[in-house]
């Protein structure tokens, strides 16, 4: 089973070269499951239903979020009808919505987590370790092909939670960064790993936003807005191939894509 | 001018991995100039004098530290004699050391800073952009050729300072994270950019650290020791080529190399 | 010569029980300058022109900020036409406003100072021991009378910087904790200190807001919004008496007082 | 039921005003249940099972901990043996010792609870308001009075844990920020509830340690080691009033006593 996954979708920007490129993508790599990370799809700050439901259109099978999962107030009440976009996994008991899914693909039954780190954050999730853990037994009776989106801040929180699931799921994919990582391997146990996919949005930027605004925001301290920076995308994802009997990563891959500026579609 | 940018070494292993391969990728790239992070070079945490001349032995020019540059005490006082030794620049007045250095070359001079960020670290440097401004205004008398190593840990930091430098410095190397991002690129106005570099350690680790007692600490949260990992190292650089006559950097490539397990002289 | 100081004001309810009480304690003890942390008088977050100037014209003679001070967006432009409306004095260069005021008083010329510490905040002011202590140099050419507003949360931090003044100025007064502290007392310098002066804002509340909002809050984790209490109010102040020749303080007070549930000014 | 409540114990200097203090508070207040936080009683940084001792041979009945419980690496192996020494109940499962104490005093039966925040700290507790509401209503099966030391240093953290008890305990009385705080107060539903107990430590200090070290820390932002103060000591403590039968607090008076400077047996 092929597993493509895409880093933090920024913005119009992140979007549009999403839809461009995911089709192609999808084929040539013969995917069977795509999993978009949406937190920053609405404009740069969280998710509205009608952005779920356009990334979904495009054929994401599921949309995983991260610190940035409420941002917008009409998520809290839309996320429980939608099962196929995830808020983490190890927020408080009673938090709407779901952090895992269950996904019937060509290639056999595949399962996503969304999981949130603990180290750097202003707000307080629940021991990632732990609740992963019972969920990750919970979810291999329905199936042994996991893939776990892990939204950290933290290299070295990262790195252990990939070696804690090591051999118990099929992958961990890191967030929230906005940059690509080049560690991405197989671990002892068969677990394919990467500390941080990257995004998808605006080269040309602070992590997906207005250079210029970013920079006065770390200059004058003083509360600047940011705005999604304009010009071409970039587009990271990972493409890992697992044994659908075993669950266990045969390959992972990166994959990173420049927008050509005089590329027609780059209207925004 | 061809510059040889080591990450983070980490303990002996990684010592010894980079005094292996120093002579080669120096012969191999051309390097005129060779910078290392040395701040967990100790045993993971710090630096030593024994362990700084070490390095400088090897051959490399200009040794870097970070947040963990005071991690051994004997450091404070011996740092003053030792200008090829660089702790960050943006702490208070009065801190002992050097915060930069300048360096006659083969392909003629070239200024190497230490610098710190200040996002998610429990201590307090000085504003990295205004601090660096002025010393690169400075170094700017003596030679174009600048090369700023940006110990941080949030990508929008190591950006914005990325682009604030753009044009003004060859380089901004990040470091810190110990894992390598797949980012590196000439910013618009000619500056050689990544956001980290990598560490120099071991392989099979948290950040260079022993898998399980790292797992330990983040299951346990108690102030469970870390030991350097064991086993094959890796080893993390960039190197950047740089018009020695105008400073703008024509080339960043990435370099990372996996020592195998088998390899004689891994007898850590 | 003394000097009532007023902790941060949270909203209409602050602003009310201040309005009225404001007067009688001035006269009771004889106050010659009038202070008033105002980072949350309007609604809570922030201070707006209009609530400014109703402060001043209850008499307050200066406004000191904080943490809160740029929450209305319109305060940027206003604080350069306001010389006694302070924000913290070591934001980075350039920041609009005064960080510090000289108020001729029936007793003399008084400074007052409004500093920020750096222990536990996600923004950056700069060094507040260097900066306040060339501010302080500068004011002792004016006036020996100097009373600082350290806005932090450390305890820590707040005493070494009393104690780092201790003997240069007439007082250093705590606030952001909302919480009054029963450490009031004169260094052996003979500077007044007290780690936090506390709050004017609703009794029955977390911190000024209101409980239902701020528990769920944290039982969330959830941006859950956050109002200011309704119900009767505290008001903290200390009054200090300082001898205006030499600048040294020769007592300083604690004041709290609770409003009573039937007063008929308590309409908000 | 009289309860007797010691902040944080710093050093020897804390013992020994502590052990001077302790008969006389106790029989001056009736006191039937003696609590102190020891977490900084050895040296100024954690506890040893010696130190643990002295305390509980002076009559103290239950000791404390916090953030400081592991810094003696001897206490988590001692911990198991002795249950009237308490580390944070929301620790991760499988930690050593006991959160809570169940105690049977001359008044009846009554129970201790230590709890520890989560804001500001760089490690990770579970959540405290769910952890501490099954604990207790377990204890309520065997007693309506339990006092909960709430360990933290964000005073809406603690405020909105007073609240969120308010009713179910006797008592919720914070420490960790070694300042007392002059918001001792009964809440509506009968909890006495204050945000800081402060600190049985040296008078003239830094929160408990050298000032000259504590400034010299923040002034070159280095490791700089930090002693106990020297000189005369503060006691700080409340009384709480409890009726045995419901559990409802009566009263809760804050002590704050000073050492005299010539007392004969300040020997430190
Ligand atoms: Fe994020
Ligand atoms: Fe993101
Ligand atoms: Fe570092
Ligand atoms: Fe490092
Ligand atoms: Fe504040
Ligand atoms: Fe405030
Ligand atoms: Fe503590
Ligand atoms: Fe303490």
Known sequence: MNILFFGDVVGKAGRQFLARR?????????????VVNGENAAAGAGIT??????LLRLGVDVVTLGNHAWDRRDIQTYIDSEPRLLRPLNLPAGTPGFGSAVVNTAAGRAA?????????FP????????????????????TPVIVVDFHGEATSEKAALGYFLDGKVSAVVGT???????DERILPGGTAYITDV???????????????????????????RLEVARGPAVLSAVVI?????????????????H?????????D
């Open 259 to 267: 927008e050509q500026p005089d590329d027609p579609d780059n209207s």
């Open 112 to 120: 996503v987590v969304c999981l949130h780190g603990r180290v750097f």
């Open 198 to 224: 990257g995004m998808c949005g605006p080269q040309h930027s602070v992590i997906g936003m207005d250079v210029e605004q970013a920079l006065q925001r770390f200059l004058t301290q003083l509360p600047v």
């Open 241 to 257: 191939t697992v044994d659908p009997g075993t669950g266990k990563a045969l390959g992972i891959r990166r994959i990173l894509e």
């Open 123 to 142: 707000f307080h999730p629940d021991d990632p370790f732990r609740v992963v853990q019972s969920e990750v037994e919970r979810l291999r009776e329905i």
């Open 49 to 54: 239903p009608a952005v779920t439901q356009e």
């Open 22 to 34: 995911l089709g192609p993508l999808r084929r040539e790599h013969g995917a069977d499951l795509v």
């Open 176 to 182: 929230h960064t906005h940059v690509q990582t080049a």
